[in-house]
Nanobody, 124 residues
């Protein structure tokens, strides 16, 4: 099993920045976290893909965050980061870390491993 723990959420004002972290532990062997990424779910809305990154460093973003959010990872720490800039009220959601061997699964439907979520609130 792989455990994912998010941190860094909080309350910010419109236009400000926030950096989320997600640390993976447990069975990270056999490329179990080859793909790491982020989903978010706003109140009353469906869960949606935000961004993903592979071990090799290839990145993928949802259209709604392209140009504002940057995903990165530190493979030595089994950790991925989401740098969020120009935050808007529409970004308010619970952000969930996600990981899987398959990049396709993370980007399209969500991979096998999920964190507990961290709340991001952007005040207008």
């Amino acid at each position: 099993q792989v455990q994912l723990v998010e941190s860094g959420g909080g309350l910010v004002q419109v236009g400000e920045s926030l950096r989320l972290s997600c640390a993976a532990s447990g069975n990270v062997d056999n490329n179990n976290i080859n793909a790491m990424g982020w989903y978010r779910q706003a109140l009353g809305s469906q869960r949606e893909f935000v961004a993903a990154i592979t071990t090799a460093g290839s990145t993928h973003y949802a259209n709604s965050v392209t140009g504002r959010f940057t995903i990165s990872r530190d493979n030595t720490k089994n950790t991925t980061y989401l740098q969020m800039r120009g935050l808007m009220p529409e970004d308010t959601a619970i952000y969930y870390c996600n990981a899987d061997r398959s990049l396709v699964r993370v980007v399209r439907i969500g991979g096998d491993y999920w964190g507990q979520g961290t709340q991001v609130t952007v005040s207008s």
